[in-house]
Every structure is written in C-alpha cells, then in structure tokens.
C-alpha cells in the first residue's frame, strides 16, 4: 500500500510558478513509476507528465511540454512538479499518482488546487 500526499497548490497570476511535491509512503519508492494528472469539473482527468521507475526519465504531455519539470528524489520517497509560465487554462485540481512497472496507476493522491488568473 502507498499513500501519497500532495502539497504545493495555490492561486497564481498567468506566467508565473509554482512547484507541486508529491510525498509517497513505503520503502520501495523508486519501484514505482510516478505520474502527475489534472482534473477539472466536468473533464476527464488527463495526463500531464510522469517519471519512470528506476531510470526517472520523464514524460510530458505536449500541452505542458516546455514549461513544466517532474523531478524525483528517491531519498525523500517524493516527486515534484516544477510548473512555469502557467496559464489560465492549467487551472486544475492536480493528482500525483504511482503505478508498480508494467502497471496501471493504482494509487493516488486526494489532489491539489492549481488556480491561474489571467
């Protein structure tokens, strides 16, 4: 069982920063590949970027690719979101995510506000 824990969220003017921090629980942290996804009302919740296990190569969707960072620190059984020039439309509830290899995503976190003003 991994429980993950978000923080990080808040209210920001467009084009600015912030950084999202996803902590897991357990002992096996870099077995576990860890994705960050958005949701908000009425959409399905969609991918935004993950860091593999193991190596921590990094995916992106092709609308944050550019401006946003996954980063991992094994160590600290935590994975970090580094969100720059934001836009409105980012505006979204924020959920870090973790999937065993060759696994679906299976534990999630209860989420983070992301508001960007225009």
């Known amino acids: 069982q991994v429980q993950l824990v978000e923080s990080g969220g808040g209210l920001v003017q467009a084009g600015g920063s912030l950084r999202l921090s996803c902590a897991a629980s357990?002992?096996?942290?870099?077995?576990?590949?860890m994705g960050w996804f958005r949701q908000t009302p009425g959409r399905h919740r969609e991918f935004v970027a993950s860091?593999?296990?193991?190596?921590?190569?990094?995916f992106y969707a092709d609308s944050v690719k550019g401006r946003f960072t996954i980063s991992r620190d094994n160590a600290r059984n935590t994975v970090y979101l580094q969100m720059n020039s934001l836009k409105p439309e980012d505006s979204a509830v924020y959920y870090c995510?973790?999937?065993?290899?060759?696994?679906?995503?299976?534990?999630w976190g209860q989420g983070t506000q992301v508001t960007v003003s225009s």
């Open positions: 995510a973790a999937a065993r290899a060759g696994e679906n995503y299976e534990y």
């Open positions: 357990g002992r096996t942290f870099n077995s576990y590949t």
């Open positions: 860091s593999y296990w193991g190596s921590g190569s990094p």
